[in-house]
C-alpha cells in the first residue's frame, strides 16, 4: 500500500472498528492513526456505536455520544439542505430496554450505521480484489513450475552440472533438451553479481568461440531460475560456463570463468 495519510485514511475507520481490514490495510491505518486526533475521534465514535448496537437490554447509549451524533446529523442537514442550524434536542430518559436503546441512537445511529455498512462492503470488496489478484499471481506461479518440471522431465533432457572448487560452492544446474533446443538453469549458492554487474551463461560449442547467452541475477538468498534459453540443436555445443559480466552482458567473457561443465559424452 502507498505512502497513507489521515485524511485518505477516513474511509477505513468503519472497516477498522469491525474487524474487516487486511493485515495491510490495518497496518496503515494504524501508522496513521497514531498522528490524526480527527481519526481517533472518528474510531472512538465507531466502536461507542457499535457497543451500543451491541448492549441491547443491557445498557443504554453514553449521553454524550447521543449528543455528538446528534450534532452531527444537524450538520449534515445544514450542509445538504442550506438551513440554519436548529437546536439539538437533549437526551431525553428511556427505560432499559432495546426499543429503547435503538431510539435512543436515533436518527444519527442509523445514518452511521449505514455509512459504517457501506464502507465495510467497500472495505471487503477491496479485500476480495486483493485476494483475487494474490490467487491469480498463484496460479500463474504454479502453471510455470508445472511447465518447468515437464520440461526438466522430458525423456531426451540432459544434465550438466556447473561446479566450482571451494567449500561450499556455487552451483549451477542445466537441464538442456537437445530435442528441442532449449534449456533451463537452476543456480544456487551463488550470490548476486555486484552492482551494475550481471552474470551470463555462456554455450561452449565443440570449436570456436564461447557462444553469447542469457544474462541474468540470482535472489538475495543465492537462487536462481532461468527457463527458455535457447541452444543450438544441430550438436555442435559441447557444455556451458558462467561468467560476471557487465549488466548489459557481453560479446565474449570479460572476467574468468565461475563455473563450467560439459555435456555427457564430451570434454
Same mark, same amino acid.
Given at each position: ?96 430496554? =432495546? ?76 537441464? =538442456? ?91
Amino acid at each position: 500500500m502507498s505512502h497513507a495519510t489521515p485524511e485518505s485514511m477516513r474511509d477505513l475507520v468503519a472497516g477498522y472498528a469491525l474487524g474487516a481490514l487486511t493485515p495491510e490495510e490495518a497496518r496503515a491505518f494504524e501508522a496513521a492513526l497514531s498522528s490524526s486526533p480527527e481519526l481517533q475521534r472518528e474510531l472512538r465514535e465507531h466502536r461507542e456505536l457499535n457497543a451500543v448496537l451491541a448492549l441491547a437490554e443491557e445498557e443504554l447509549p453514553p449521553p454524550e455520544l447521543k449528543a455528538r451524533l446528534m450534532e452531527r446529523i444537524d450538520q449534515t442537514k445544514r450542509a445538504n439542505l442550506g438551513g440554519r442550524p436548529g437546536p439539538v434536542a437533549p437526551p431525553a430518559p428511556a427505560r432499559r430496554s =432495546f426499543t429503547t436503546v435503538v431510539m435512543g441512537a436515533g436518527l444519527a445511529a442509523a445514518l452511521l450505521v449505514a455509512v459504517g455498512l457501506s464502507l465495510e462492503v467497500r472495505t471487503l470488496n477491496e479485500t476480495v480484489r486483493t485476494r483475487d489478484s494474490v490467487l491469480g499471481a498463484r496460479e500463474q506461479l504454479l502453471a510455470q513450475r508445472e511447465e518447468t518440471l515437464n520440461a526438466i522431465l522430458e525423456p531426451s533432457v540432459q544434465l550438466v552440472t556447473m561446479v566450482a572448487t571451494g567449500k561450499a560452492p556455487p552451483v549451477a544446474q542445466v537441464f =538442456f533438451d537437445p530435442a528441442r533446443g532449449r534449456a533451463i538453469v537452476h543456480t544456487f549458492r551463488l550470490k548476486p553479481a555486484p552492482a551494475g554487474r550481471a552474470y551470463q551463461l555462456w554455450l561452449l560449442p565443440k570449436t570456436g568461440n564461447p557462444i553469447a547467452s542469457r544474462v541474468f541475477n540470482t535472489e538475495p538468498d543465492g537462487h536462481g531460475l532461468e527457463r527458455a534459453i535457447q541452444v543450438p540443436v544441430d550438436g555442435s555445443i559441447a557444455g556451458f560456463a558462467l561468467t560476471e559480466e557487465p549488466a548489459g552482458g557481453s560479446l565474449q567473457p570479460t572476467s574468468a570463468i565461475i563455473l563450467v561443465g560439459n555435456l555427457p559424452g564430451t570434454k
